[in-house]
């Protein structure tokens, strides 16, 4: 996290930069999943009071992402087998909506915009942070494809905690070539105007990814 500078508060209470500032690093892995966050710490790193810092702090435990506890205080939320089945439960009904209303209300410019994704995909570095960035801008086209204001609403609820797990799946060995063939596949759907195969196609893609998840999570304590 980077000190925060006079500019930055034009726009943004210091409560509201504060938070957008540990969202980011936790979503960056620059704060790991049980790590102990003190308010002075992050209070002395951002350059500001403990006010800001603690409503910061407040907001994201309502969101889900610290947690508190009895004997380490508040911590980034280590995410366990349960929490992941139904993340992904939903995101997998969610998606597999996006891409069936997709096949349907998608315009030209929309499928225009999913293939050119696909290509920056596949000629992106396998750097696992820039592979995620390109995985997330594709779903998030799908989402915005589907012109439904309320499931795009859900789906970034949902992908904001997604985000914040350790690592991610599309740089598991194997993943980015396997994810890139099931986005085309989704694209081909989508163009032939078929919301039952897009459908079935995002659905067993996010399963996929939900079974790598849980190889990747930590031996639980």
């Given at each position: 996290m980077r000190l925060l500078q006079p500019d930055d508060f034009r726009n943004a209470s210091r409560a509201e930069l504060v938070y957008r500032a540990l969202r980011a690093a936790i979503r960056d892995g620059e704060m790991a999943a049980g790590e102990r966050l003190r308010e002075t710490d992050i209070a002395e790193k951002l350059g500001v009071s403990r006010t800001p810092v603690r409503e910061a702090l407040q907001r994201l435990t309502a969101e889900g992402l610290l947690s508190v506890t009895a004997g380490r205080g508040v911590i980034v939320t280590e995410f366990d087998k349960q929490q992941v089945l139904e993340l992904y439960a939903l995101r997998e009904v969610l998606e597999g909506a996006a891409a069936a209303f997709a096949a349907e209300r998608a315009s030209e410019t929309d499928?225009?915009?999913?293939r050119h994704l696909i290509e920056e995909e596949a000629r992106g570095s396998d750097e696992g942070r820039s592979l995620s960035a390109a995985n997330r801008a594709f779903h998030a086209a799908l989402?915005?494809?589907?012109?439904n204001r309320y499931l795009t609403s859900a789906i970034n609820a949902l992908a904001?905690?997604?985000?914040?797990?350790q690592g991610t799946t599309i740089a598991v060995e194997g993943r980015r070539a396997t994810a890139e063939a099931e986005?085309?596949?989704i694209v081909d759907a989508i163009e032939r105007r078929d919301p039952a195969t897009a459908e079935r196609i995002a659905r067993d893609h996010i399963r996929e990814a939900r079974r790598i998840r849980l190889r990747m999570l930590p031996p639980q304590r």
């Open positions: 499928i225009e915009t999913l989402c915005e494809a589907a012109h904001d905690s997604i985000d914040l797990m986005h085309r596949a």
